[in-house]
């Protein structure tokens, strides 16, 4: 394993355990909860916030709330809602694209072109879309789904299961002409034991990719639509919304900036590294048909 990947791994294990352990870091850092607002720290005459100090090691906001202690929460929010949206993704994805790749048909015809549709809309703008409508008034669905984490999962999960179920259709397409497959329908063994003795563990290693990549590309999401308004709460502490409240006071305030983008950057990076890793190690479908055939 490359030096790269190691460290994008240790990376990866930290950003977990900050998000795991958010309120007792905090506290043993001896750092104020993430909306204490210390308006000690703001200056008496103009109000404007204050730079890294003893008690503020990275200062604070425009509202005396600690950056340090809102950016180490930012770490939970962004995995509260990268690893569901990823996992969620995965399962709906990878479930449309074995039906679709394996029963063919009518049924593998529908999924295919609902997932044209959707993947040629903008990711952003879909998301944006979604999270917008379901922003105002009552909600969506009955009042169901309102601003908050679990909105954003959805329409992150929206915007996302289309290009995991046409790799996958296309990968399953492939397999089920395989002689392993082949061989299992002519014993008469049931389809659904097909898919998940044989068909589904071909697959564990483009699954492993996509959650790799998905997890980023969810954090990301998270901090856009949140930086548009149109993410989690406000009150939230989300590293898209301090990135978007410390632009309009950057470079005076530039603390308020840096520390949930550097953050952002670390998290995206080291994913996207372990990703790249995984996509590199994969072996192809035929490859892996060959490993099944031969172990039989």
């Given at each position: 394993?490359?030096?790269s ?7 990866i ?29 703001l200056?008496?005459?103009f109000?404007?916030?204050?730079g890294?100090?003893a ?25 509260l ?16 694209g074995l ?6 048909g ?33 909600g ?8 908050g ?31 392993f ?38 954090v ?7 930086f ?68 039989r």
């Amino acid at each position: 394993m490359k030096r790269s990947v190691r460290l994008a791994l240790g990376m990866i294990c930290l950003i977990l355990a900050v998000a795991i352990f958010a309120p007792l870091l905090v506290s043993v850092l001896g750092l104020p909860g993430p909306n204490f607002r210390d308006t000690s720290a703001l200056s008496p005459v103009f109000g404007t916030p204050a730079g890294p100090e003893a008690g503020h090691p990275l200062g604070v906001d425009g509202l005396g709330r600690d950056v340090l202690s809102r950016t180490i929460y930012g770490a939970r929010v962004a995995m509260l809602v990268a690893v569901p949206a990823a996992l969620l993704t995965i399962l709906i994805g990878a479930s449309l694209g074995l039906l679709a790749g394996f029963r063919g048909g009518t049924l593998g015809w529908i999924i295919s072109r609902l997932a044209e549709a959707f993947l040629i809309i903008p990711y952003l703008v879909l998301a944006a879309g979604i999270a917008s409508s379901c922003s105002v008034g009552q909600g969506c669905v009955g009042g169901a789904l309102k601003p908050g984490i679990p909105l954003v999962v959805v329409v992150i999960v929206a915007a996302s299961w289309p290009i995991v179920t046409w790799v996958v259709r296309s990968q399953v397409a492939t397999l089920r002409r395989a002689d392993f497959v082949q061989a299992a329908q002519a014993a008469g063994i049931p389809t659904r034991r097909i898919l998940v003795a044989d068909v589904l563990p071909n697959l564990s290693g483009t699954l492993a990719v996509f959650l790799a990549i998905l997890i980023p590309q969810a954090v990301m999401a998270e901090a856009a639509l949140t930086f548009l308004g149109v993410g989690v709460e406000t009150t939230t502490p989300s590293w898209g919304a301090m990135i978007s409240a410390g632009a309009a006071s950057f470079p005076d305030a530039w603390w308020y900036l840096v520390a949930p983008g550097v953050a952002l950057l670390i998290t995206v990076v080291s994913f996207t590294v372990v990703a790249d890793a995984l996509r590199t190690e994969e072996p192809t479908t035929e490859r892996r048909v060959r490993q099944v055939v031969l172990s039989r």
